[in-house]
């Protein structure tokens, strides 16, 4: 029985699953969105969302474990820097996945993770370039 077990395991080793989660949370960071498909940004929400309390409580021992999570120090200071201080008021909910569909190719769910409040620059400039 899986009761209790909830780490989702996208058909990977748990080496290449953390890999690959912390590399698409420092995408998301650097980004703002990312698209993938639904259960793997299912899977990355929670550890962004846990990355950006970290960012919010804002000491030198919040910033080695996201450093040590993430594997990016570049990351980790765009979120100590400009994301964590943007959900200063926010008490949690940081990310949103919006459903897109499914993918031609192999019919596989799609979806789009983004930040909730956080305004870079509008979608249409980064589309039309």
Do not use: Q
């Amino acid at each position: 029985m899986r009761h209790r077990k909830k780490t989702i395991k996208l058909g990977r080793s748990s080496s290449h699953r953390e890999a690959m989660l912390a590399n698409m949370v420092c995408s998301l960071i650097n980004e703002k969105r990312i698209t993938t498909t639904l259960p793997k940004a299912r899977a990355v929400r929670p550890l962004a969302e846990k990355m950006v309390t970290l960012g919010k409580r804002g000491d030198l021992h919040s910033r080695r474990l996201a450093i040590s999570r993430l594997k990016s120090k570049n990351a980790v200071h765009t979120l100590f820097a400009s994301i964590a201080p943007a959900f200063s008021e926010r008490e949690g909910g940081y990310t949103r996945i919006l459903k897109l569909g499914t993918r031609p190719s192999d019919a596989s769910e799609m979806a789009i993770l983004e930040w909730v409040d956080v305004i870079d620059e509008p979608v249409e400039a980064t589309a039309a370039e």
